[in-house]
């Protein structure tokens, strides 16, 4: 089955410890991004990538770091989290050609940093 | 960079009758325009998406428009159904491949 998976789906943590947040997907798929979804605020990309070795940072980069090793993986990285990430997290991917870029997300992450 | 506002951020329309949901962007290069129908509690789905090269695109009872001159695309759902109540993202991809999307349209159809 063609997906985009997310692990973990909820996490509770503390500021300041490390975590991260892992996406794959199964469809082969070059364009890999992440995004938080906060309420009113809609869905915000954080930071995208074309294809391996080639991230971009999105609208709100800050706080965030990823890496793209892998074709089929985009982890998310919060080297230092605070409570202002406190937030829904989705990943999603899509292809680059020039034909349509249907995005299909992941489930979700959700993110609470006490 | 880039700038997407979307509008209303609620609507409530009955059964059967349209909605129309209206996003204005910034950047004149950018080139291509999806919507996201986001139900509760679930993850966004692509319901349709439109080219900077085509003014319109219909499916079914769905349909887009868009006008390039003005900046600003529309989503247009006739004979609605309950099962439309959902929230509704508007989005734009810049020539940098980057996305932005609306702050969201939450649709209610009262049956």
């Known amino acids: 089955e063609a997906q985009v998976t997310q692990n973990p789906r909820y996490l509770i943590t503390v500021t300041g410890k490390k975590l991260t947040v892992t996406c794959s997907q199964n469809m082969n798929h070059e364009y890999m991004s992440w995004y938080r979804q906060d309420p009113g605020l809609g869905l915000r990309q954080i930071y995208y990538?074309?294809?391996?070795?080639?991230?971009d940072k999105g609208d709100v980069p800050e706080g965030y770091k990823v890496s793209r090793k892998e074709k089929r993986n985009f982890p998310l990285i919060l080297e230092s989290p605070s409570p202002n990430q406190t937030s829904l997290y989705f990943c999603?991917?899509?292809?680059?050609?020039?034909?349509?870029?249907?995005?299909?997300f992941g489930p979700g992450t959700r993110l609470t940093v006490l | 960079g880039e700038n997407v506002e979307q509008h209303p951020s609620t609507l409530s329309v009955q059964e059967g009758d349209s909605a129309v949901i209206k996003c204005t962007y910034s950047d004149s290069a950018s080139n291509y325009f999806p919507w996201y129908k986001q139900e509760l509690g679930k993850r966004p789905q692509l319901i349709i998406d439109i080219r900077s090269n085509v003014g319109e695109k219909k499916d079914q009872r769905i349909a887009v428009t868009l006008n390039k001159t003005a900046k600003h695309f529309s989503l247009h759902i006739t004979e609605t159904q309950p099962e439309d109540s959902a929230v509704y993202f508007c989005a734009a991809r810049d020539t940098g491949n980057q996305f932005y999307f609306g702050t969201g349209t939450s649709l209610t159809v009262i049956p």
């Open positions: 999603a991917s899509s292809l680059v050609a020039s034909g349509r870029n249907e995005q299909f």
């Open positions: 990538s074309m294809n391996v070795e080639v991230t």
